[in-house]
């Protein structure tokens, strides 16, 4: 079965660029999540959307922008990147949330700053 | 806003030796408890979704019930290959989509 693909599956940056991460949801599955997950931590959500819309917004900085394209697929642009960004960050897709549906998530992009 | 809470932080068994893992949550009327399974360097794999008190649901060797204040994972006779890290997630109905997790149990089977 088809599964949530992100890419890059690493990422290396210097402080202060820029990175973007794609996410391919599930065939059928309209809805997108973004997650943060540092070392040892609980994922932190960060945003989503529903039908190429923001859906709803966690705890994304004010550096950080996405958005979902017609073909349901999702970027997240980060820029001004600084230390405490490095972290793995996981895309999920569900259904339209208002039906409850559970998330699936993908392998996620190990994003490392120096 | 959502809280989740899990304990204990780590469990360390003896293969065939069965134990429980708990979520303890607060939200504003839940929409949702989810567990799901993560592997070192890998997403979370989903296991189960419960939605109202006294539901349970089984997979395997894992069953999970719901309270209204809590959710246990009771794992019957493990493997090493259950092995990972349980995370317990909420949605709630405060009209978050993005699920709230709990900081996760790392679950070790000694063979």
């Known amino acids: 079965a088809a599964g949530v693909i992100q890419s890059p599956r690493h990422l290396i940056k210097e402080k202060r660029e820029t990175a973007t991460l794609k996410c391919y949801p599930i065939p059928r599955h309209d809805t997108v999540y973004w997650y943060q997950q540092g070392p040892g931590q609980d994922p932190q959500f960060l945003i989503s959307?529903?039908?190429?819309?923001?859906?709803d917004k966690g705890s994304i900085p004010d550096r950080f922008s996405a958005q979902q394209f017609s073909d349901y697929h999702s970027e997240l642009n980060m820029s001004s990147l600084e230390l405490g960004d490095s972290a793995l960050y996981f895309c999920a897709s569900s259904l339209d949330p208002g039906a409850n549906e559970k998330l699936f998530f993908g392998s996620g992009t190990q994003l490392s700053v120096l | 806003e959502d809280q989740v809470t899990q304990s204990p932080e780590a469990l360390r068994l003896q293969e065939g030796e069965s134990s429980s893992l708990n979520c303890s949550y607060t939200v504003s009327g839940l929409r949702g408890l989810f567990w799901y399974r993560q592997d070192p360097g890998k997403g979370p794999e989903f296991l189960f979704t419960?939605?109202?008190a006294g539901e349970e649901k089984e997979k395997e060797r894992l069953k999970a019930t719901l309270t209204k204040k809590e959710s246990f994972l009771h794992i019957t006779a493990p493997k090493p290959e259950d092995s990972a890290t349980y995370l317990c997630a909420v949605r709630s109905g405060g009209g978050a989509d993005g699920l709230t997790f709990g900081k996760g149990t790392h679950l070790i089977i000694q063979p």
């Open positions: 959307f529903y039908e190429k819309m923001q859906s």
């Open positions: 419960l939605y109202s």
